[in-house]
């Protein structure tokens, strides 16, 4: 290894403070350093290759190395590097809120920029707050949310995410956040206490339970639900059939805005340009970033209605929030470039056309005792590991400890593929690669998660 290597590893480990990492595991070992990407791989410090299972968070759509992105950077960095939309606009934003407001649904037509997921959630809600105030209602400040659900990190995000581990350490929290059931129907018998019920009568069951809470509040109380398409955290549940229909129903009926949190699951990641039109719903607001830029530049996007903007069109009214970075210049224009290749490569096509081979061939992995459960939409997968296949029953704290944080990370990183085993849950492993990948991509991702899991039994 080269000295500037030693250098490198030798910073990470002395200066550098990784996110949601347990410094404690690289007292005796390297930080896992990435150099660079080609398409679906991803390359080590040592030249090691990777195959990047989780398109690098959930992110890098058109996979990476891609040039164009980059000259489109260094392009716009020339001619205008930065300036605020703080009562000034610049061209790329403008452009760039035009094109999304014509590929969102219904009449979301007017785009705020951030610069990632959970400033576009804190930004839905905040809005939400105001937009009833100054329309006359304004006790309705209250949302709700699913279990498990992770919705950022910022404070008020944060107290909208369902998963309590992330939220003791930073409470008190941003009061009025309730939590409802989720939707994964793996476990619908011990969720609501009824066996066998089908997805359909689980999906409305779920539904409902938002009715129940926005009437044990007050409906005058409530001004938000916050929802993913997907649900990310506990492993990717989908929707059940007439769930969005019936919580739409709901929305409507108690005029409560319905929040689509998108960061994950618009740009492609389920096959639309928004994760709503595959589940056939329009919400009030949808929250999005990530796969914006396929990650080559920050950017995020609180999408809303037009009806959410008219009470600040006139008048005095202002929304006094933003972000000096928001709608950065640069990522706009990597923004635009990002999305031409979804139109020229037809993204979203391929996805479509390839997501039945990468659910069967993920599927071949139920085969194992260890898998309970394969679920998920588009290039959105979770695979859920189970103790006892039969009765679903699932590991304990200890050894969930073990066989993920102990095993399952290191051995999948280590056999070269990159992907999250998770336990903000039940234990799972979670895979979204970048949109570009096909059969080969999918073979080679059931192969070394096979070999993994055959060899983790032993540990069990």
Known sequence: MTQPEN??????????WLHFTRHSSYKDNEIPTIVRGEGAYIYDIHGKR????LAGLFVVQVGHGRQE??????????????????????????????????????????????TG?????????????????????????????????????????????????????????????????????????????????????YGLWAADRVARAIEMEGPDTVAAVFVEP?????????????YFQRLREICDEYDVLLVSDEVICAYGRLGTMFGGQKFDYTPDIITS???????????????????????????????????????????????????????REDLLGHVTRNEDAFKSTLEKLKDLPIVGDVRGSGYFWGIELVKDKATKETFSAEESERLIRGY??????????????????????????????????????ESIIRNVLVEGLNLL
């Open 117 to 201: 997921g959970g400033e576009a959630v804190e930004t839905a809600w905040k809005l939400a707050k105001q937009y009833y105030k100054v329309t006359g209602k304004p006790l309705k400040h209250k949302v709700i949310s699913r279990q498990i659900a992770y919705h950022g990190t910022p404070q008020g995000a944060l107290s909208i995410t369902g998963i309590p581990a992330f939220k003791q350490m930073f409470e008190p929290l941003v009061p009025g956040s309730i939590r409802v059931p989720n939707t994964n129907h793996y476990r619908a018998d011990e969720i609501t206490g009824v066996k066998g019920m089908t997805p359909e009568q």
């Open 7 to 16: 250098d490198v590893l030798k910073a990470a480990q002395d200066n550098l």
């Open 289 to 343: 970033a990530k796969g914006l830029t396929s990650g080559y530049s920050p950017l995020g996007a609180m999408i809303a209605h037009d009806r959410l903007f008219e009470p600040f069109k006139n008048g005095e009214e202002m929304f006094a929030h933003g972000y000096t970075f928001g709608g950065h210049p640069v990522s706009a224009a990597v923004a635009l470039a990002n999305l031409d290749i979804f139109e």
């Open 50 to 53: 990777y195959l990047d299972g």
């Open 230 to 242: 997907v649900q990310n955290a506990g492993g990717c549940f989908p929707p059940p059939p007439g």
């Open 408 to 445: 399952l990370s290191n051995a999948l990183y280590s056999n070269g593929l990159y992907c999250r085993a998770d336990d903000r849950g039940d234990p799972v492993i979670q895979l979204a690669p970048p949109l570009i990948a096909g059969q080969k991509e999918f073979d080679e991702i």
């Open 69 to 114: 992105l980059a000259e489109a950077a260094a392009k716009q960095a020339q001619e205008l590097a930065f300036f605020p939309l703080w009562s000034y606009a610049h061209p790329k934003a403008a452009e760039l809120a035009y094109r999304l407001a014509k590929e969102a649904p219904g009449d979301l037509n007017r785009v705020f920029f951030t």
